[in-house]
C-alpha cells in the first residue's frame, strides 16, 4: 500500500521566499528552515501510519478484528485517507 502525502516543496532548493525586504537571504533561510520542519513533521506522520496499518493488517489476519478496526481507525485519523484502508476497515 503506498502511503502519500504532497510533499513536494520538502527537500527543494528554492532560495524563493514570499516578500521583499530587510535581508532576502535569511528570509529565504527562515523559509526553508520552516518547510524542512513541515517535511520532517510529514515524513514522521507517514511513517507511524504505515507502521499501524501495518499491524492492523496484523490484527486481522490473527483474527483479532477489534484490535485492527482500532489500528486502521487510528490510520485514518492520522490523515491517510487510502481506500484499502477503507476498505479493510469495512471488512475487519
Known sequence: MALLLG????????????GAGESDAAKAEDFR???????????????????????????DEAGDYEGAV?????VLAAGV????????LGNA
Open 81 to 88: 485517507d487510502d481506500a484499502a484502508v477503507h476498505y479493510n
Open 7 to 18: 510533499l513536494a516543496a520538502c527537500g527543494g532548493d528554492s532560495d524563493e521566499a514570499p
Open 33 to 59: 528552515n520552516a518547510v524542512d520542519a513541515i517535511c520532517v513533521d510529514n515524513a514522521i506522520r507517514i511513517n507511524q501510519a504505515a507502521e499501524r496499518y501495518g499491524l492492523a493488517q496484523s490484527f
Open 70 to 74: 482500532d489500528a486502521f481507525e487510528k
